[in-house]
Nanobody, 123 residues
């Protein structure tokens, strides 16, 4: 069973940056694709990015492309999301999760959801 804990969120001004971290417990972490999602109040959970076990395959959702960078450090059981040029519409709770299903863009294909970390971007 994988347990995931996100951190690194906070309040930042428009144009600012944040680096989110996700630490995984469990021996099988390194074998899985990992993803970041976000959920704003009143909205569905949205795909942000996904990374393969060897970091060779990376995909981004439309809102993240060009501004966010996903990475991982398997030695530390960690996944990161570097977010630059943040905008108010990026305000959401950000979650990391483990891909266990076939559609990497769908939240239903993931498990191990943590509590998330709040990101708030002020205008």
């Amino acid at each position: 069973q994988v347990q995931l804990v996100e951190s690194g969120g906070g309040l930042v001004q428009t144009g600012g940056s944040l680096r989110l971290s996700c630490v995984a417990s469990g021996r099988t972490y390194n074998s899985y694709h990992m993803g970041w999602f976000r959920q704003a109040p009143g909205k569905e959970r949205e795909f942000v990015a996904r990374i393969s076990p060897d970091s060779a395959v990376i995909t981004y959702g439309g809102s993240a492309r060009g501004r966010f960078t996903i990475s991982r450090d398997n030695a530390k059981n960690k996944v990161y999301l570097q977010m630059n040029n943040l905008k108010p519409e990026d305000t959401a709770v950000y979650y990391c999760a483990r891909l266990v299903g076939g559609n990497s863009y769908a939240s239903t294909s993931y498990d191990g959801w943590g509590q998330g970390t709040q990101v708030t971007v002020s205008s």
